[in-house]
Structures are given as C-alpha cells and as structure tokens.
C-alpha cells in the first residue's frame, strides 16, 4: 500500500517517496514545455477567475466570488478564453498550465482519477481537424514517457514501474461501436483491455465541441483514454464557431445564452474561427506515469471529491 503523502507532522509532507513521484512529474512537465515549444506553439498565463467559464457536460457545483458587484467564476477550463485567444492572432497554437476547480459531486470520490483543483495543459490549435490535433498529443505523450524513462530510472525501479513506448498511431474507436460492445461502462472497460493509450471519438457533450455538418447528431470529438484501467487522460475537441449553431446547441442543452454574452458577440461578428483542442490532466499524467492507483496520492495537498480538507 502507498502511504498517504501528508503525514501530521508539517515537516514531513515531503516524504522520500513523494519525492520519487514529483521527480518524474518534473521530468514530465519539462518534456511538455519542450514539446509544445519546439511546435513553435505560445504559452499563455492562466486566467483564474472570469464571468464565464466551461459549462461542462456533467454536473459540477459552481465556485463563484462577488468582486466589486461582479460575480466571478473560478475556471473549471479555458476553453473560452483558448478559443477567443486563438482567433485574434495568427499563432500556430497556444497552451496554458491551467489550474481548474471543479467542485465535482459526491459520485466521483471513489473514481481514483477526480481531484476538486488540479490543473491541465489545456492546448488549442488553429485551423486544424481533430487527427492534426491527435498527432500533436500523441508525440507530446511519446516524448513525456521517453524523457521519463531516460531521466527517472531510479524512481521508476523504486515505484516497481516499467514503463511502455506505445506505438502510432494511436488506434481510435468510436463511443458509439464501443457501447455496441462493451456496454454503458465502456471506457472503463475498454481502458482495462489495452496495453496503450487510445482515443475515444464522438460523444454528445458541450455545445462548443464540433457537430458533424456530414452527419447531424455526431461530433467531431475525442478522449484520449489510458490503457490499464487508468482511463481518461484528455479530453477535447474541433470546435463550432459559427453564431448560429452555437446560439442552437446552447439551447438544445438548456443554457442562458445571456451568460454567453460576449463570447456569442464575437462569434456574431465573425471573430472566431475553426480550431481543435483539449486538455490533459496533469495529475492523471503522473498517476499514469507512475502506476499510482488512487490520484489523491500523485500530489501533496491533494483535495478529492466530498471530503474534508485541513490545508
Ligand atoms: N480543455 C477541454 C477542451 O479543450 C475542455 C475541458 O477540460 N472540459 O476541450
């Protein structure tokens, strides 16, 4: 068993085993900013705290603060601000080291992979389609796992940690042939049957992920699932930009357009333009990385689904 990385005595919140654990989240945070920099992608500066902020397709409780008669969200993701921000320059991409809260409900404290704040490297890419998108994370994962075992041969033997290249292309599936055969419980199972990461294309989520003009009811959409029972890594997306459709779908969901006042202004004006995107989930990396079953343990301070927390 894994002891806990919090210990009562403050000076031992560090253990020498959390250590192990942070050296490889180091290693895998440097090989992300290498990778992302040498694809002549910019790095912006997380937003924290804005009047809008992703909808989600799952229910979350909203952390909200009044400042100055305003009411201000903590992010749950960047999305709208990726989106706005890709379409005003002419940049390749952009990508941010977003902290998120999400204040998930009591349902997803067993999941072993949802913690309340835990931050993403949230990507988004102009004027690209959904396999651009996917041959860019896929070498950013490969050149993580190299850098891993290159740099971290003594953490990963401690951890008892052998670590895969997987090979590309990563195979793709659809939610849709997945459920046909393994059920509502899909990803978890089909995460059990592979022995490396693999997408999960096409489901029905927020109004800013691509409907398939081709094929209505369909969406241009994926999740890159870790193999061994690890399950979700990213999620993201091609992106609709268009005021008409988007004014549609955020309907259909049963959303205020009204909260999406200037995002749906620019969209109207024309501002925005195609993209793909999506984020992947630090600590789920270095849980992945590590084999760590439960992501309470990747990180000191760590705060699950439901519980109470002393710092
Ligand atoms: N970051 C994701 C995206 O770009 C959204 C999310 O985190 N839900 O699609």
């Known amino acids: 068993m894994l002891e806990s990385l919090i210990h009562s005595n403050s000076q031992n919140i560090l253990t020498s085993h959390s250590m192990l654990i942070l050296q490889i989240q180091t290693e895998a945070l440097k090989a992300i900013h290498d990778y992302l920099y040498e694809q002549n992608l910019i790095q912006l500066m997380p937003v924290m705290l804005s009047p809008i902020t992703d909808p989600l397709s799952h229910e979350t409780s909203d952390a909200k603060i009044t400042y100055f008669g305003q009411e201000l969200q903590l992010t749950k993701s960047m999305i709208f601000h990726k989106q706005l921000a890709i379409a005003s320059s002419n940049t390749k991409g952009i990508y941010i080291m977003s902290p998120n809260i999400r204040l998930e409900k009591y349902d997803k404290r067993d999941s072993g992979r ?24 896929e070498g950013l994962i490969i050149s993580v796992i190299n850098r891993v075992k290159e740099k971290c041969k003594i953490g990963l033997e401690n951890l008892g940690v052998s670590l895969r290249i997987p090979a590309r292309p990563f195979k793709i599936y659809s939610s849709e042939e997945l459920k046909k055969k393994l059920g509502e419980n899909f990803e978890k199972e089909s995460s059990l049957r592979e022995i490396d990461p693999f997408w999960i ?43 008409k459709i988007l004014l549609r779908k955020i309907k259909e969901r049963h959303q205020n357009p009204e909260i999406f006042e200037f995002y749906l202004d620019e969209a109207k004006e024309g501002k925005l333009v195609a993209s793909a995107g999506g984020g992947l989930g630090i600590e789920r990396l270095v849980r992945f990385l590590t084999k760590i079953q439960h992501i309470r343990d990747v990180s000191p301070f760590s705060k699950v689904p439901g519980e109470h927390y002393q710092i």
Do not use: C, W
């Open 114 to 137: 949802h913690l309340i704040e835990f931050s993403q490297v949230d990507i988004e890419l102009r004027e690209v389609n959904s396999l651009k998108f996917m041959e860019l994370i």
């Open 201 to 243: 294309t096409d489901y029905y989520r927020e109004f800013y992920d691509k409907e398939d003009p081709k094929r209505p009811g369909h969406y241009l959409n994926y999740d890159l699932i870790y193999p061994e029972g690890f399950n979700e890594a990213l999620s993201g997306g091609e992106r609709d930009f268009e005021y």
